[in-house]
């Protein structure tokens, strides 16, 4: 055999050789310590939502907007999108769930209320609310919050004394941290002058309202249980008969659409609070939206939804 072919041959068998140590080598340290390569699925669970690779497009018409997921229970929130999220901007009606959680940490549901001919006369016709009439602090909150009833907010404000009740909505909203938060009335109605000139508007920020919900989530489950009733009908102790209905249409729409609170304004727009149920079967969690500023809030929480939907891994 030649010299050539005996040093080829050698040089085969010691790469071969170095191969298979390697090999060996490489097998038993990651059939042993695996834990420390590779993401076991519980851990990957963990990080969802995941975004996938290419998002589609985000296009909302809305002057602002925020979705968030938290978990409750692992005290996480993760922003899924956003839009102005910190500007202040007039909230409408959607200060009524500031008023529903005075209420309850002031009242016992079981008090009556009674309807002055002042709260009557707050703009809006909707409750159908009667001066003179008594009904529980539980039936008015459904009033008040199922169809936005501005005489409800008004009502409730009246029985503390409605400095009262807005130095407290305030003080609230200092304890959450809202700290771009203002209250001048429980209803959300924009106040003006005779000549037309603007007093005063509640405002919040996107951001804020969405430390409200978590709050409530946390400590208020009858907000949510108002909230998620698409009809209602109650009888006041006066006897009062109430159908109500829910101003939030997509509760019928979709069951993925767990609560919310609608408001509108001049100096506001179209507003919506949106609380879906997470996507994944696996974690437990819920999806906050909030849309201020938008000439049509029900199509612009439909087309936020349809691309959470389809932008997450869940």
């Not at 602002?64 to 839009?83: A, Y």
Request: charged fraction near 20%; hydrophobic fraction near 40%; aromatic fraction near 10%.
């Amino acid at each position: 055999m030649k010299k050539e072919n005996i040093f080829f041959l050698i040089g085969l068998f010691f790469l071969f050789f170095l191969f298979f140590i390697i090999n060996l080598y490489s097998d038993t340290i990651l059939n042993k310590d695996s834990a420390n390569y590779f993401l076991k699925q519980n851990d990957v669970n963990l990080l969802r939502p995941l975004s996938k690779g290419k998002m589609a497009e985000l296009y909302l018409q809305s002057t602002n907007f925020l979705s968030v997921f938290v978990n409750l229970e692992e005290d996480k929130e993760i922003i899924l999108s956003e839009k102005k999220g910190s500007a202040v901007i007039p909230i409408a009606s959607l200060t009524k769930l500031m008023t529903a959680v005075v209420v309850l940490e002031n009242y016992s549901l079981d008090d009556l209320v009674n309807i002055s001919s002042t709260a009557v006369s707050a703009s809006g016709v909707m409750g159908g609310l009667k001066a003179n009439e008594r009904i529980s602090v539980r039936d008015l909150l459904y009033v008040t919050l199922i169809e936005s009833s501005n005489d409800g907010a008004e009502a409730f404000a009246e029985k503390m004394g409605r400095t009262e009740f807005i130095y407290k909505m305030n003080k609230k909203a200092s304890e959450l941290g809202m700290n771009d938060t203002r209250y001048y009335n429980p209803s959300g109605l924009d106040i003006f002058a005779n000549n037309g000139e603007l007093i005063s508007t509640n405002v919040s920020t996107p951001e804020n309202l969405e430390k409200l919900v978590v709050y409530i989530l946390k400590n208020y489950p009858l907000i949510p249980e108002v909230l998620s009733s698409v009809e209602k009908r109650l009888v006041s102790e006066s006897g009062v008969v109430h159908n109500l209905e829910n101003t939030n249409i997509l509760l019928k729409e979709n069951t993925g659409y767990l609560w919310g609170k609608t408001g509108y304004t001049k100096e506001a727009n179209g507003c919506i609070i949106l609380i879906l149920k997470n996507y994944s079967t696996i974690n437990s969690g819920y999806i906050i939206n909030v849309i201020t500023g938008a000439d049509d809030r029900f199509k612009e929480a439909r087309k936020l939804e349809e691309w959470l939907h389809t932008s997450f891994i869940w």
